[in-house]
């Protein structure tokens, strides 16, 4: 297919701004010495409110209240529903009181809340405290909700507020109002309380950064074991090729451009599970981007460093390696986002190195970005700029806030309650072992991702500058694999098959069970597994996302051997492995071992 040369845009820089060319200069050397002042205020109250904006969360909460105070029907309507509910629940707790009676429950909990599954639950005055807790959240939920005039964004946080003030106070939180803590309390001779809190001593030292929590699992002896070799390492990344394993390869190499939010290796776990190992046994020449975990003096590095030092510099390294004129390459969540982006510049720039592109779990429109949006407006993301300007970095401790509170039934009450009070021993696996391991993101290139991309959608709309040009991802033309997952809460997959419509080729989209990372490790034997996957073909019609949806057929199993089976066409025929170059150490290298 042939194009028309792309039309230069001119992007709109309103006069004084600190965006230049794409790329943030520090506020304080633009501005004065109160703009830095500013800066520091901020900074020191983010550190006390988890980098939550209170300017951001008091004007939802005006919005909110402001249009509520001026419908009156609103009101009235949410004043029946309080009375109904308050009829509803004193009949249910009446005849919950007299032995001989069962009544019915009056609301039953969301299917995802397991808070009240217990058989304990269903005694008095336990299945009275539960009912009643489920009614004033649904009360809640009608108030924050459906207001008119009210934007879809602050009625949204305050939604969210409501909940997670609402679940800080659920019955099951409490030992005098959970029967199966008091049930445990009584077997354990209240052993379990002692145990629980010095596992709450152990972990706030930990979260405090006094101490550094032992894992089981460590890249290079239980994880990221795969062998392999570091050929590359520069100020950003090192690139590792892993040893081939069959007697025969195919002649097109595959590049992963893993997230730089988290450690590579979740695409590398044990070996059961690792993807790389699976693509290896079919013969696939894999080579992975190990992500520098950032400090304070990486605070410049930006998205065109990630884009020309990550993704560029891989490329140049692996075509001059292997001599293959043509390159495979899957990017993973940000990985993805980023992939995309130089495969626009490459594919505007006529560079015909890339063969094919897999998206797993990346996004490309931010319009419908999932319940991230809660954290990201123009009030939430000046206040992180100004935490990440005073230490050079976005903390991970910052990071995994925000991903717990999205899931605070089950990522904080739920742990809480089975460590702290019923003093369970705890799950440990790779995966989870892999999700504490998180880096650190530097000030300038997690702004720009911030605003460019979450708040402006740049890339989606052609706006997205790269060597001070637009690209555009209608300008790609290789064959495109995306992969979203069922029940991603962090790139959903709705937000992803809209690579469908901005992709002008042909795309080949699959959706799997799971979230954002389990629906991703699936090996082949994984049972409970399903997928959906079909072709569109790049001269025939759009179809939506819920129609594709109903009407794409479910196969049973891991989605892996499908995209395997895509992939293996991509990447040439079979051929004796040619001798590569010795590397600079062994797989894993140094980059994923540091904290």
């Known amino acids: 297919m ?32 109160s703009a830095a002042a500013d800066l520091l205020l901020n900074a020191l109250l983010a550190r006390m409110t988890g980098s939550v904006s209170p300017a951001a969360l008091a004007t939802a909460w005006f919005d909110w209240a402001s249009h509520l105070l001026l419908a009156p029907s609103k009101q009235q309507e949410l004043a029946l529903h ?27 909990p969301l299917a995802q809340d397991r808070r009240f599954t ?33 934007s879809r964004h602050h009625s949204e946080v305050v939604t969210f507020v409501a909940r997670q003030l609402l679940d800080c106070v659920a019955p099951s939180n409490f030992p005098a109002t959970n029967p199966v803590v008091q049930g445990a309390t009584l077997a354990a001779g209240g052993s379990n309380l002692v145990a629980g809190a010095i596992r709450a001593a152990t972990d706030w030292a930990a979260a405090s950064g006094a101490v550094r929590p032992e894992s089981r699992y460590l ?13 590359l390492r520069n100020d950003l990344i090192e690139l590792l090729r892993y040893d081939p394993v069959t007697p025969q390869v195919h002649a097109q190499p595959l590049l992963i ?56 510099a891989a490329l140049d390294t692996i075509c001059a390696q ?15 986002t980023l992939l995309s982006i130089a495969a626009a510049a490459m594919a505007r720039d006529g560079d015909e190195r890339l063969a094919s592109i897999t998206l797993l779990a990346a996004q490309v429109d931010f319009t419908e970005p ?82 460019q991309l979450f708040l402006n959608n740049d890339l989606a709309h052609g706006r997205y500058l790269v060597g001070g040009r637009p690209v555009a991802l209608t300008d790609i033309e290789v064959p495109v694999f995306a992969v979203g997952t069922l029940t991603d809460h962090v790139a959903p997959w709705r937000s992803v098959y809209k690579i469908v419509l901005l992709a002008d080729t042909d795309v080949t989209f699959l959706l799997t069970s799971g979230g954002h990372n389990v629906g991703v490790v699936a090996p082949p034997d994984s049972s409970n597994r399903s997928y959906q996957v079909a072709t569109h073909r790049h001269d025939t019609a759009f179809i939506d996302a819920e129609r594709w949806h109903a009407c794409v057929p479910v196969e049973q199993g891991s989605w892996w051997p ?22 600079l150490e062994p797989a894993p290298g140094r980059y994923v071992l540091q904290t």
């Open 2 to 33: 042939t194009r028309a040369p792309l039309t230069a845009v001119c992007a709109y820089q309103p006069e004084g701004s600190a965006w230049q060319g794409g790329a943030l200069h520090d506020a304080p050397q633009q501005g004065t010495d």
């Open 82 to 108: 309080g009375a109904t509910s308050l009829a509803r629940w004193w009949r249910y707790a009446a005849a919950a009181a007299q032995p001989h009676l069962d009544p019915s429950h009056v609301i039953e």
């Open 118 to 150: 217990d058989p304990a639950w269903q005694r008095w005055p336990y299945n009275v405290l539960s009912q009643g807790f489920l009614l004033q959240q649904q009360w809640w939920h009608h108030a924050t909700m459906g207001v008119r005039g009210v």
């Open 219 to 231: 890249p290079g002896r239980d994880v990221a074991v795969t062998p392999g070799q570091v050929v």
């Open 257 to 312: 451009v893993p997230a730089w939010i988290m450690k590579y290796y979740i695409l590398d776990l044990s070996p059961h599970n690792s993807l790389v190992r699976y693509l290896v046994d079919q013969g696939h020449t894999v080579f992975m981007i190990s992500w520098k975990n950032p400090t304070a003096s990486d605070r410049e590095l930006g998205m065109e460093d990630y884009r020309k030092l990550g993704m560029m």
């Open 322 to 336: 292997t001599g293959a004129a043509r390159v495979n390459a899957c990017g993973y969540c940000l990985g993805g």
């Open 370 to 451: 999932g319940e991230l949006s809660l954290f990201i407006d123009e009030s939430e993301v000046s206040y992180l700029e100004a935490a990440m300007w005073s230490q050079g970095y976005l903390d991970t401790r910052q990071m995994a806030g925000a991903f717990q509170l999205l899931r605070s039934n089950d990522l904080i009450w739920s742990r809480r309650l089975k460590q702290y009070l019923l003093n369970l021993p705890d799950r440990d696996s790779d995966l989870m072992a892999w999700n504490a391991d998180a880096t650190r993101m530097p000030y300038r290139m997690h702004t720009q991702y911030l605003r």
């Open 562 to 583: 499908a995209w395997e089976a895509w992939l293996a066409r991509q990447a040439g025929p079979l051929a004796a492995a040619p001798p590569l170059p010795v590397g």
